[in-house]
């Protein structure tokens, strides 16, 4: 006979169950999000702008959206300023879902474009490792060699008619990272490895922007051959490939190959080369840890040069513009670090208005104006919206760091929003969102920022203890529009 207490136990067990069926009945019932009226077959594939997306993005959050929030295309949805589902459900949102140009390109090992799952927590982890905030410490003689060999060019470039060779800076942040990662000291600027993950990396730029390929709608064009004209992605792909697996590969095989007879400075690779070969175990794991070693290296060898590039063209285009902030600054520099010496990575805590100037830089004009897609692990509900599982969530960070209710004037480059009483003012929303959502060690931040603000910061006072950075009508001051954007100015 059926107890009251196995009667209260079955109940108990089932309740969620119900609860959980009734819910997931009333959202399939919910609308979905507003946005433009997609057409029969095409969907929206006609309104996604080609130049500079997040500013129309941003105009069609306030048209369609509630209180400009987001708008709704066939099946990605575009935010403009909430922070609560990246942040509050971060998990939920956590995932990615490969562009079949992701395929074709050959970039299917690399962490950050990779779906949510066992092999992305993998590396990850692997990642954190060597770029938590503790162990960018190490890299830090490094970027001070690095960043003075590049005062040292940039002098005797601009000592002739005050140009400044854009490439310079790529180099600086490419060599840097070379040497953090593979030991490489590079002498020569000419060096293959220099420009290969900028090539590599061009190849994202280039394929990951909205509506970029008619082959992210009809998958199926992947199959034309490259001479078809509309099957622009195959050529495009087939003129990348070797960039994306050279970047992956060169550097680590060279390594691993002859590691025995490379003075191998410490590097990253050969921590990890080190550990596979002191750990007897069975082929199978070797081979898995040796391709979690090989996708580490090659994913930070990429990520990392043309983010630092483009953030180093943002700050000089802001001192172009604001001659008076790089004055203050100057000025600071002066008291802090005085004369006879440059500054140091041990100067920058006692530097507040070179700190408050990278956070500007970085807020002012974000280097990925839409972050990096994610997309819906299960049909979620909010604010009365349905979004279905599988979603693409993407997140207009140039709209949220451009809004005028948490940053007054967003359009005006003042790192005095950051300071209060000649400090940082903990109450002003960091620009983080920059660097991606979610909290500390979560799954949507980078997590090569660390690297990063060590870098920029000290990239920053160095160039204006040395220089000064001029405004010159010659240079454009447009920036440019692809996943990653930058600025073209660059004239000291
Ligand atoms: C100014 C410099 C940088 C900016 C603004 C930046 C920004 C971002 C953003 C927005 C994401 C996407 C986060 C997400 O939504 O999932 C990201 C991911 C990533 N970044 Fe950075 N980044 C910078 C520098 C770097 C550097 C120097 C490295 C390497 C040392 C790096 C390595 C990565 C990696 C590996 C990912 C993918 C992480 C994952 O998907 O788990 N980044 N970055």
């Not at 950050?112 to 590396?123: A, D």
């Not at 992956?248 to 596979?276: E, G, Y």
């Not at 043309?306 to 600071?332: C, G, H, I, K, W």
Request: charged share 25%; with cysteine.
């Amino acid at each position: 006979m059926l107890t009251l207490a196995t009667l209260t136990v079955f109940l108990a067990l089932c309740l969620p169950y119900v609860y959980y069926i009734s819910k997931a009945r009333t959202r399939k019932r919910l609308p979905l999000p507003p946005g433009p009226r997609p057409w029969p077959i095409f969907g929206n594939i006609f309104d996604v702008p080609a130049d500079k997306p997040w500013v129309t993005y941003r105009a069609w959050s306030e048209k369609y959206g509630k209180p400009r929030h987001y708008v709704f295309l066939g099946d990605v949805l575009i935010y403009a300023s909430i922070l609560d589902l990246m942040e509050g459900r971060s998990k939920l949102y956590a995932d990615r879902r490969w562009m079949v140009m992701d395929e074709l390109l050959g970039w299917k090992w690399n962490l950050g474009l990779m779906p949510y799952g066992t092999e992305w927590r993998i590396k990850r982890r692997a990642f954190h490792q060597h770029f938590n905030q503790q162990a960018v410490k190490q890299y830090h003689s490094i970027q001070t060699r690095e960043t003075r060999r590049f005062l040292k060019r940039a002098a005797t470039m601009c000592s002739g008619d005050n140009t400044l060779d854009r490439d310079i800076v790529s180099q600086t942040y490419a060599a840097t990272i070379l040497n953090i990662i593979y030991g490489m000291r590079i002498q020569d600027f000419s060096d293959e490895f220099i420009s290969l993950s900028r090539r590599a990396v061009e190849s994202v730029n280039n394929s990951r922007m909205p509506g970029r390929f008619w082959v992210e709608y009809f998958p199926w064009l992947r199959y034309l051959p490259s001479w078809v004209p509309v099957s622009s992605a195959r050529k495009f792909a087939d003129e990348y490939k070797y960039f994306v697996d050279a970047s992956h590969n060169k550097a680590f095989d060279a390594l691993r190959d002859d590691f025995d007879n490379i003075a191998a400075a410490p590097s990253i690779a050969q921590k990890f080369i080190r550990n596979l070969s002191n750990r007897p175990q069975d082929p199978q794991h070797c081979k898995q840890d040796e391709q979690v070693a090989r996708d580490v290296t090659g994913v930070a060898y990429g990520a990392a040069v043309d983010t630092q590039f483009a953030a180093t063209s943002y700050f000089l285009l802001a001192m172009m513009s604001y001659p008076d902030v790089q004055q203050r600054a100057q000025e600071e520099l002066d008291t802090v670090v005085g004369a006879g010496r440059l500054p140091t990575m041990e100067d920058i805590d006692s530097l507040p208005f070179i700190q408050a100037i990278l956070l500007e830089v970085l807020r002012w004009l974000p280097i990925l104006p839409l972050g990096i897609a994610h997309s819906v692990l299960e049909d979620d509900e909010y604010k009365g919206y349905r979004i279905p599982a599988g979603t693409v969530i993407v997140a207009n960070t140039w709209a949220m760091l451009q809004d005028p209710v948490e940053y007054r004037n967003p359009e005006v480059f003042n790192p005095d929003r950051f300071l209060r009483d000649g400090a940082l003012n903990p109450d002003v929303r960091s620009p983080v969102a920059a660097f991606g959502y979610g909290r500390r060690q979560d799954c949507s931040i980078c997590p090569g920022r660390h690297l990063a603000n060590d870098a920029l910061s000290l990239m920053i006072a160095s160039i204006l203890y040395v220089f000064n950075v001029e405004p010159n009508e010659d240079v454009s001051q447009e920036t440019t529009t692809g996943f990653f954007s930058y600025a073209f100015v660059l004239r000291m």
